[in-house]
C-alpha cells in the first residue's frame, strides 16, 4: 500500500521558552555535560548516553553512526568498538572528529568536536569484564562493517564463538577495543521560540575554556 508524501516543509515545531545563559554554565564542559546528561536520566529518556559519531575517511568522505559512551572524565568521552570497522579505519586514518547527544524531548543537544585516541588496553580490558557475556561473544563473533552472506552465517559464527569459550573466561579480541575522544569544543544547544535558540560552546584555551555564545 502506498502511502502519501509527507511534506517536509510544512513539519515546524516552536521550541519552549526556557532559555540557556552563560550564568547557567558550569566551570567547565565536563560537569555542564555531567548536569544535563543526569536531567536526561531524570527525564526519563531512552539511552540519553547515545551520540552520533561522525567520521571522515582516507577519501574525504564523512560518514555518522549512533555508539553509546561508556566514559566521561577531565580527558574526554570515551566509546568502544571493533577497531577494523568503519569507523575504527576513519579514526585510524583521521583522529577528527564529531559527536551530537540529540536529546529532543529536552529541546536540547550537545555537540562536540575533537580528536579521537585510541584507548590504553588495560582500560579496554576493565570495561571489557563488565559486558554482558553476549556482547563479549558477539565482539569475536561479528566481523564489523564486513559483508556477510545471511542472518545465518552470522548465526553460525556466534555458536561457533559460544562453543569455543564455554566455561571459560573471555578475552578480549586483539581487533576490539575503544577511543576517548578529546574535544576542542563543546556546544550546549537549548530550544527558544522563533528559532533563537541559545547557543553556547565551551572552546579549548590552552590548559583552559573559554565560553563564547554563537548565533542560532
Request: net charge negative; proline share 6%; aromatic share 8%.
Amino acid at each position: 500500500m502506498e502511502h502519501e508524501p509527507v511534506d517536509l516543509a510544512a513539519l515546524r515545531a516552536d521550541y519552549a521558552d526556557s532559555g540557556l545563559d552563560v550564568s547557567d554554565l558550569a566551570a567547565d564542559p565536563y560537569s555542564m555535560f555531567q548536569r544535563w546528561l543526569g536531567e536526561a536520566l531524570a527525564a526519563g529518556l531512552h539511552e540519553p548516553n547515545a551520540m552520533v559519531l561522525s567520521t571522515t575517511g582516507a577519501d574525504g568522505r564523512p560518514s555518522s553512526r549512533m555508539v553509546l559512551l561508556k566514559g566521561l572524565d577531565e580527558r574526554g568521552f570515551v566509546l568502544y568498538t571493533n577497531h577494523g570497522s568503519r569507523k575504527g579505519q576513519d579514526l585510524a586514518d583521521d583522529p577528527r572528529c564529531a559527536l551530537l547527544f540529540p536529546w529532543h524531548p529536552l529541546e536540547r543537544q550537545v555537540r562536540i568536536e575533537g580528536t579521537a585516541h585510541v584507548l590504553e588496553r588495560e582500560v579496554v580490558e576493565a570495561y571489557f569484564r563488565t559486558r554482558p557475556r553476549g556482547a563479549q561473544l558477539g565482539a569475536w563473533a561479528s566481523l564489523q562493517s564486513q559483508p556477510v552472506a545471511s542472518r545465518a552465517e552470522l548465526a553460525a559464527a556466534y555458536g561457533e564463538m559460544t562453543a569455543r569459550f564455554e566455561g571459560r573466561d573471555i578475552p578480549v579480541p586483539d581487533h576490539w577495543g575503544g577511543y576517548r575522544v578529546e574535544p576542542e569544543t563543546v556546544e550546549f544547544w537549548q530550544g527558544r521560540p522563533g528559532r533563537m535558540h541559545d547557543r553556547l560552546v565551551y572552546v579549548r584555551d590552552g590548559e583552559g575554556w573559554r565560553i563564547q555564545r554563537l548565533a542560532p
